[in-house]
């Protein structure tokens, strides 16, 4: 068989990969369409090959299919396997490991898409730290199209034959009706399950695969037996213009596309992305059958050629580049930090392309021995990655700073004549808020009920929550308190912050209407003390610390709208409501604190690696804090020894997900983060 072979569609895979790596720097908003080029084209090339050797004396071999393939693809993904996992037994920075284990065993296995979708269903999945893997998943939706499309291939060639049917027009039939089937259920599966699930199904982006296997069929310059050019009549003069300067047109679309992709936008949900890829198919098909067009010669030079023929080494090396290798590690920024980036991106994909991939290709796996290399080295890879992703031992608590048991000023709670606390008779709390707060509940609960005069009888606490996000409220709200009755509610949350920002005199009007319904008479409840949301830290998934910065700036103004909003909501209803400072416990100075220093001179890491949630220590002083404001008001009994220290320090929200909470160190001296 003689692979059939355009020289600018290497162009075309460069130009891919170049909008992918830009996309994933931070330059170009639209460039992860680049993936959406490699899917078009992968599926015209790979049915292009299958093709080919159908039409030559001897059927389609799928064994000698599959090994070219896995030759082809395995080595390189093997290598970053071995990389990723030495870095991770290295300590390395920006990685926690334990988190690393399932992402890396579905690499190895060509599902990462179905294990992001998988973990993408949890809440705290978008808090984890960088995962050098997270691109491949477009590797296992080409991966499970190569296994699977060639039996489809191979069945609908011998059926045609039993038939005495057309078979390619079988195959080209095939690809369609799939594609549209697989396009349609993507638009579906966007509004119905989420964007994230309609971008990373294999059943929803299959269809651009299928359709440049339509194209491959009926588009491609015709082939003879045994692979060999077919000498083509001359096309008319209208089809012969619509090859030669359609894939310009086909070009300017996907410019388009991938200038205002952003986002994604709605619209690439509902025809706009099958719009680019049909512009894509018109490039790739145009200037293979017109390899002498001016698209064609501008992709067929030689600077293309070399990076696209790289092209599959410089996507699997990109992303860990850039996630590893960030300014705070490097001490660079703005073009040396680029240029760092890309020189160590071509360099590793040159070493894989050159000293491991190509020539791993070019062996010769005759012999049994030879052959005995590939298990073992799945085998070892997988024992280093298990080996490599140990969950580490978690943070735990101390005792915490001595309490001062004093009313902030301004501070001012009271409960109804004659109603004193007691171990008999406890103040009865409801713990309200977001997944900070449901983190910090365990510490504040421990904290308050080591006073033996004081009960959390209702804790609702969870990811997401927020006046303007629970479509529940204030049915729920009212529903707890005739549950639980509760006589105080301590909360604090982050997701109205969009609103805050916005429209703050709107969101402080719903803020004291809530307060005013909360505390409506009759209803049990006294007093309800909101706590400034805990300072949160720059979260480390931006590819450069400029736009981790700019990103920093945006979520602290929001945590500070919310703020003032609670601080002008609770003026409304003095005695009966109230506003608790954090600030000073979390961001000392201006200065954000990942590790707090305990009395015994100690650091514990009170934040979990993604700055934002708390670890037990952390906690822990939050609610000693609030048990010390409210102490003096409400005559609370002391505290008892050890609390800090009861089983709650191992809930296993405090390893969600897994390593969240690592026992690690500052490097010292640490003074923490300057608030920008």
């Given amino acids: 068989m003689i692979k059939p072979y355009w020289p600018a569609l290497d162009g075309v895979r460069a130009v891919a990969v170049?909008?992918?790596?830009?996309?994933?720097?931070?330059?170009?908003?639209?460039?992860?369409?680049?993936?959406?080029?490699?899917?078009?084209?992968?599926?015209?090339?790979?049915?292009?090959?299958?093709?080919?050797?159908?039409?030559?004396?001897?059927?389609i071999g799928l064994g000698a299919f599959w090994s070219r393939r896995a030759r082809r693809l395995l080595p390189a993904v093997l290598g970053l396997l071995a990389a990723v996992a030495l870095y991770c037994l290295a300590g390395g920075p920006e990685v926690v490991a334990a988190q690393l284990r399932g992402p890396a065993l579905a690499t190895l296995l060509y599902s990462a898409n179905w294990q992001q979708i998988a973990v993408g269903h949890s809440y705290f999945a978008q808090f984890a730290a960088p995962d050098p893997l997270l691109h491949t998943w477009s590797l296992a939706i080409e991966e499970q199209y190569y296994l699977v499309w060639p039996l489809v291939v191979a069945g609908a060639l011998g059926l045609a034959r039993r038939r005495n049917w057309s078979a390619p027009r079988l195959v080209?039939?095939?690809?369609?009706?799939?594609?549209?089937?697989?396009?349609?259920?993507?638009?579906?599966?966007?509004?119905?399950?989420?964007?994230?699930?309609?971008?990373?199904?294999?059943?929803?982006?299959?269809?651009?695969?299928?359709?440049?296997?339509?194209?491959?069929?009926?588009?491609?310059?015709?082939?003879?037996?045994?692979?060999?050019?077919?000498?083509?009549?001359?096309?008319?003069?209208?089809?012969?213009?619509?090859?030669?300067?359609?894939p310009v047109a086909g070009a300017g679309i996907v410019a388009a596309g991938i200038s205002v992709a952003g986002g994604p936008p709605g619209w690439i949900w509902d025809g706009g992305l099958v719009v680019i890829s049909l512009a894509v198919l018109l490039v790739v098909v145009g200037v293979a059958r017109v390899p002498d067009g001016p698209l064609a010669r501008l992709l067929g030079a030689s600077p293309l050629r070399w990076l696209g023929r790289i092209s599959y080494s410089v996507y699997i090396w990109h992303w860990p580049v850039i996630v590893l290798m960030t300014g705070t590690d490097t001490g660079l920024a703005g073009a040396r930090l680029l240029a760092a980036r890309v020189g160590a991106i071509l360099g590793l994909s040159c070493l894989s392309y050159y000293g491991l991939e190509r020539p791993l290709r070019r062996a010769d796996f005759s012999g049994f021995r030879r052959r005995l290399l590939v298990p073992v080295a799945l085998a070892s890879t997988t024992v280093a990655l298990v080996a490599a992703t140990v969950t580490p031992a978690a943070a735990g608590t101390a005792a915490v700073g001595p309490a001062t048991r004093v009313a902030p000023a301004g501070l001012d709670l009271s409960l109804p004549p004659g109603r004193v606390p007691s171990a008999a008779d406890p103040l009865r709390v409801w713990i309200l808020g977001d997944s900070v707060m449901n983190d910090s509940s365990p510490g504040l609960t421990a904290a308050l009920q080591a006073t033996g005069e004081v009960q959390v009888v209702a804790n609702s606490s969870f990811g997401g929550w927020g006046l303007t996000t629970d479509k529940l409220w204030p049915g729920d709200g009212r529903q707890i308190i005739r549950q639980a009755r509760p006589e105080l509610i301590i909360g604090t949350w982050s997701w109205d912050n969009p609103m805050a920002?916005?429209?703050?005199?709107?969101?402080?009007?719903l803020l004291k209407s809530t307060l005013a319904g909360l505390l409506s008479p009759g209803d049990g409840v006294s007093?309800?003390?909101?706590?400034?949301?805990?300072?949160?830290?720059?979260?480390?998934?931006?590819?450069?610390?400029?736009?981790?910065?700019?990103?920093?700036?945006?979520?602290?103004?929001?945590?500070?709208?919310?703020?003032?909003?609670?601080?002008?909501?609770?003026?409304?209803?003095?005695?009966?409501a109230a506003y608790l400072p954090t600030s000073e416990l979390f961001a000392p100075a201006g200065r954000f604190l990942v590790w707090m220093k305990t009395p015994a001179g100690?650091?514990?890491?009170?934040?979990?690696?993604?700055?934002?949630?708390?670890?037990?220590?952390?906690?822990?002083?939050?609610?000693q804090l609030v048990e010390s404001a409210l102490a003096p008001m409400f005559d609370l009994g002391p505290m008892a020894a050890g609390w800090q220290d009861g089983a709650w320090i191992h809930d296993p929200r405090y390893n969600d997900p897994a390593g969240a909470c690592p026992a690690d160190q500052p490097t010292l001296p640490y003074r923490g983060t300057p608030l920008p």
């Fill in 18 to 59: 170049s909008a992918v790596v830009a996309y994933h720097l931070g330059y170009l908003p639209g460039g992860w369409l680049g993936v959406d080029i490699f899917f078009v084209l992968s599926g015209f090339l790979i049915t292009s090959l299958l093709l080919s050797e159908a039409a030559g004396p001897q059927r």
């Fill in 172 to 246: 080209g039939w095939t690809a369609v009706t799939a594609g549209l089937t697989s396009a349609a259920w993507m638009g579906v599966a966007a509004h119905v399950y989420g964007f994230n699930r309609a971008y990373l199904g294999t059943d929803t982006r299959a269809w651009e695969l299928l359709f440049g296997a339509a194209a491959a069929v009926w588009l491609r310059p015709g082939l003879a037996a045994g692979g060999r050019r077919r000498p083509r009549p001359a096309p008319a003069r209208p089809a012969g213009r619509l090859w030669r300067f359609g």
């Fill in 501 to 509: 920002q916005a429209d703050p005199t709107g969101y402080a009007a």
């Fill in 527 to 576: 007093d309800v003390l909101l706590l400034q949301f805990p300072t949160t830290g720059p979260y480390p998934l931006y590819p450069t610390p400029e736009a981790e910065r700019a990103a920093w700036i945006s979520t602290l103004s929001g945590e500070r709208a919310w703020d003032v909003a609670a601080q002008e909501a609770v003026a409304g209803f003095p005695g009966q």
């Fill in 602 to 623: 100690a650091w514990l890491r009170a934040r979990k690696v993604d700055d934002i949630h708390m670890c037990p220590y952390g906690a822990a002083e939050l609610g």
